[in-house]
């Protein structure tokens, strides 16, 4: 029987959510670089930077069609330590990259690694809780994780002010193998060996089929998608948008963090909140939020220019302060129907909310490479328009399953 229950629980929350910050690392570290790095790789055109963090969430996103099967059959632990192998080949590939094609396959490459600790983590959060527990503590592993895009910029800026941005791959590296000796010294296995899936050629089909049985599963997914989306554009095009079109260089890694402390903050509320209010009720309130903040924008500054910086940053707050409620709670409902195939499950819907993902973001990522920061909330508007009507359609088929089923 392999151990349900680690010693202390606030361990296993800061060990997943190391996990998962490695990716986060990963990306935020680089923003500051972009510029530097485009000029060394030969990018002439200054859009294409975005590139060297979207394609990374490509990786992150189809990884686990690999990792998520083979965690079911073989367990969570070695398909962590398997992506953390190929995580440090990527990343030699991005620092000894001579072209924007070579750094783009290193950085899906680098998200291809990374999906394993990321999905799995989330494969064993399941394994170990369920419901709004699950969700209670996603939060606060979120939170957690969240410290990461917090410092990550700065740290970047630092380390290319002293030294250039090949040392951020090489802090990357050893933060990787740090976790990956935390890991290993004190995470039990949490997947029974009685609850273990074959591994056979039809497994993944079979998972899929499996999945879209359940219309919740696939609902919230999409949802995701659409936030995720959304959200990314700003990821990618913040450098952009605060060191180009409001020429604060100096000042971007504290606005960035500054930025994720209220997504922060929303996740850690998130915590306490889920057991009183329910996922689903928060994830109806955050999105109404979502919403309503991007369009309150779009009508105050139509066919304007970008209002004063601190303007912008009161949205910015207020939609990622919606997005805090909204990441662990659209996770949670997505897993809860098929804890009994997590694996397989995380990584299929990793993979939708991806593939909507990457191409929403890098569409809208080209209207805002402009000079204004508008086409960015049109995109917040027309997703959150878009997934409450997901939600919507959703809550209208659980009320005619309830009907149903109580007439029968």
């Known amino acids: 029987m392999i151990q349900k229950r680690i010693p202390s629980q606030f361990e296993f929350i800061a060990l997943m959510a190391s996990l998962m910050s490695i990716a986060a690392l990963a990306i935020d570290a680089l923003l500051p670089a972009l510029d530097l790095i485009g ?55 991005c620092v000894k990259a001579p072209n924007l094609e070579v750094m783009i396959m290193g950085r899906i490459l680098q998200g291809v690694g990374l999906s394993a600790p990321r999905t799995i983590s989330i494969a064993m959060v399941r394994d170990l809780y ?63 060996y009685d609850k273990r899936t074959p591994l056979k050629m039809n497994l993944f089909s079979r998972g899929t089929r499996e999945l879209f049985k359940y219309p919740r599963t696939i609902g919230f997914t999409l949802i995701s998608g659409f936030i995720t989306g959304s959200f ?92 805090g409620f909204l990441f662990g709670n659209l996770r949670a409902l997505a897993m809860e129907p098929v804890g009994h195939i997590a694996g397989i499950a995380a990584a299929i819907t990793g993979l939708i909310s991806t593939l909507m993902a990457v191409p929403i973001s890098t569409f809208i990522g080209r209207f805002v490479s402009g000079a204004r920061v508008y086409p960015l909330f049109i995109g917040f508007t027309v997703c959150a ?13 659980g009320f005619r399953l309830k009907r149903m089923r109580s007439r029968n």
């Not at 073989?74 to 992506?83: A, D, E, H, S």
């Not at 328009?385 to 088929?397: A, H, Q, R």
Request: proline share 4%; glycine share 6%; net charge neutral.
């Open 385 to 397: 328009f878009l997934s409450i009507c997901i939600l919507v359609y959703l809550k209208t088929y």
């Open 39 to 93: 000029i060394d790789i030969g990018i002439t055109n200054t859009a294409n930077n975005q590139l060297l963090i979207t394609m990374m969430f490509l990786g992150l996103g189809t990884g686990p069609l690999l990792f998520g099967p083979l965690s079911d059959s073989l367990g969570r632990k070695p398909i962590v330590f398997m992506g953390f192998f190929v995580f440090i080949i990527a990343s030699i590939i």
């Open 232 to 323: 990314l554009v700003y990821l990618s095009a913040s450098q952009h948008i605060f060191q180009e079109q409001y020429g604060l260089k100096e000042e971007f890694p504290y606005i960035f963090a500054a930025l994720a402390i209220s997504i922060g903050l929303a996740t850690f509320m998130n915590g306490s909140l889920v057991l009183r209010l329910g996922m689903e009720r928060l994830v109806t309130i955050a999105l109404g939020g979502y919403f309503i903040f991007s369009a309150t924008y779009l009508l105050l500054f139509f066919a304007a220019p970008n209002p004063p910086v601190v303007v912008l940053l009161v949205f910015f707050a207020l939609q990622f302060f919606s997005v």
């Open 130 to 192: 369920r419901g709004d527990h699950m969700a209670r503590i996603m939060s606060f592993i979120t939170v957690v994780f969240l410290l990461v895009p917090i410092v990550a910029p700065a740290m970047g800026q630092m380390v290319i002010d002293s030294y250039n941005w090949q040392a951020i791959f090489y802090i990357q590296l050893l933060f990787t193998l740090l976790v990956c000796l935390w890991f290993w010294k004190r995470q039990p296995e949490t997947l029974e």
